[in-house]
């Protein structure tokens, strides 16, 4: 019996590039309004954050400089308690404390935006200059098309 070799560009077929945002499954946002949505979102955090509730608020305690109870956590991530939703500023030290970029993202999406790490903000901008760069030499081009029509 002989044995099959692997052909060596199999892996590289197989890459996929990693995921320029972090962002949670989509099935698992399905919401009737905003407050659910944030109040998933929360609750998807704190289960997947590896940390006890009592640690994630005694942390975003000493982040904020105020009391955040284990309680309030818990409405937080209800989605029953539509009358407690999260603020921004909670959403941040929450975001902060679990290193959960997710609620970012969440937050930014319905406005078509993305949260991106640092370290590919210069290869976007590059991105856009050479845009504009393209943009600028086809100007160029039809300007010297119309030189070259004037002068006959």
Same mark, same amino acid.
């Given at each position: 019996m002989t044995r099959r070799r692997q052909d060596p560009t199999t892996p590289l077929l197989d890459w996929q590039p990693p995921p320029i945002t972090r962002r949670y499954p989509d099935v698992a946002l =399905?919401?009737?309004?905003?407050?659910?949505?944030?109040? =998933?979102?929360?609750?998807?955090? %704190? =289960? @997947?954050? /590896? !940390?006890?509730?009592? @640690?994630?608020?005694?942390? !975003?305690?000493?982040?904020?400089? $105020?009391?955040?109870?284990?309680? !309030? %956590? @818990?409405?937080?991530?209800? $989605?029953?308690?539509? @009358?407690? *939703?999260?603020? /921004? *500023?909670?959403? !941040?030290? %929450?975001?902060h404390v679990t290193d959960d970029v997710r609620l970012l993202q969440v937050m930014a999406e319905p406005f078509g935006w993305a949260v991106v790490d640092d370290r590919y903000v210069s290869l976007i901008r590059a991105t856009q200059i050479r845009e504009k760069a393209r943009e600028l030499e086809q100007l160029a081009a039809v300007e010297e098309r119309r030189a070259r029509g004037a002068g006959r």
């Open positions: =399905k919401s009737t309004s905003l407050a659910t949505l944030l109040a =998933k979102a929360v609750s998807l955090t %704190l =289960k @997947d954050c /590896g !940390m006890s509730r009592a @640690d994630v608020a005694q942390r !975003m305690s000493a982040y904020l400089g $105020e009391t955040i109870s284990e309680n !309030m %956590l @818990d409405n937080y991530a209800s $989605e029953a308690r539509a @009358d407690t *939703v999260i603020n /921004g *500023v909670r959403i !941040m030290a %929450l975001a």
